[in-house]
């Protein structure tokens, strides 16, 4: 008996929550995730005391708690694979940064920090919830400009997961290409055997995935050789991360949230994508 195809919206313009339910399944799992649950998730909803972010850094040319991207990035300046983690109040960056390096820094204040839990109430099992964001830097004029791009991956306060990754060896790319090399690492780096909640700010993104997951099922399961999708590359490097993820039986949730609104892990996967484009300038 052959699968049955998921419904997806035809646009992601009007929903926040679309649902890539496993197609492999005889009868995919409909989670019924409803714009309530969005409207109560803590993961989405505006922080009234986002008013700073506090970058730590454990290697580099110089490690510490830092208040700007630019301080950041010249402390790590040279680095390949930047450690770097960020906080929403400076007491937790400075205590993890004085818990990993045994190290006293000056500030001791004490502040009260929310506790983050799940926002989907439990409806979705075995669960792992991301943000993800890319930047792009152009400098120069045309003909001759550079490009410069970065993707940051956040899972939460401290989480080892988290990434600043700069993008090399793309001489031209979009910001929509960058917004989904951010999904694709954020589905790389979580376990395949767990479902997987990504949160983005980028429509486009979203919806070109939304379109050629319709293409993957009615070509069975396959990605379309003869695609001529502007993205195709990048689509089907994020194919190659969904079909591992189907095949055990877990299925993908992708979370529309607004740019810049003050939502915390949005904020954070933009810090991080900033980072990581900008150590490709030092």
Not at 5 to 22: F, G, R
Not at 180 to 204: C, E, F, G, P, R
Request: hydrophobic share 35%.
């Amino acid at each position: 008996m052959p699968a049955k195809t998921p419904t997806t919206p035809d646009s992601c313009a009007q929903q926040k929550i679309i649902e890539l339910a496993n197609p492999r399944l005889k009868e995919p799992k409909k989670q019924q995730l409803t714009t309530e649950d969005y409207q109560n998730n803590t993961r989405t909803q505006v922080s009234k005391s986002l008013s700073q972010i506090f970058f730590v850094t454990l290697s580099g040319q110089k490690t510490g708690v830092f208040e700007s991207v630019k301080l950041t990035v010249a402390a790590m300046s040279g680095q390949k694979k930047p450690m770097v983690q960020l906080f929403a109040s400076r007491v937790e960056a400075v205590n993890w940064y004085e818990q990993r390096t045994k190290k006293s820094l000056s500030y001791k204040a004490k502040e009260d920090t929310e506790v983050k839990t799940n926002g989907w109430n439990g409806k979705i099992k075995d669960c792992v919830e991301v943000f993800a964001d890319g930047s792009l830097i152009r400098k120069g004029t045309a003909g001759t400009s550079q490009h410069s791009a970065g993707v940051g991956i956040y899972f939460g306060p401290g989480d080892p997961r988290n990434r600043a990754i700069s993008i090399q060896g793309k001489e031209t790319i979009s910001s929509n290409q960058v917004e989904m090399l951010a999904i694709y690492h954020a589905l790389q780096v979580t376990s395949k055997q767990k479902n997987i909640v990504i949160y983005s700010d980028s429509a486009t993104a979203l919806e070109n995935i939304l379109k050629m997951t319709k293409e993957y099922i009615s070509n069975k399961f396959k990605f379309p050789e003869k695609s001529k999708h502007v993205d195709r590359d990048y689509l089907e490097q994020v194919f190659g991360e969904l079909e591992m993820r189907w095949q055990h039986g877990k299925s993908v949730f992708l979370v529309k949230v607004k740019g810049h609104a003050r939502i915390e892990g949005n904020e954070m996967a933009d810090k991080l994508a900033k980072i990581g484009s900008k150590l490709l300038l030092c």
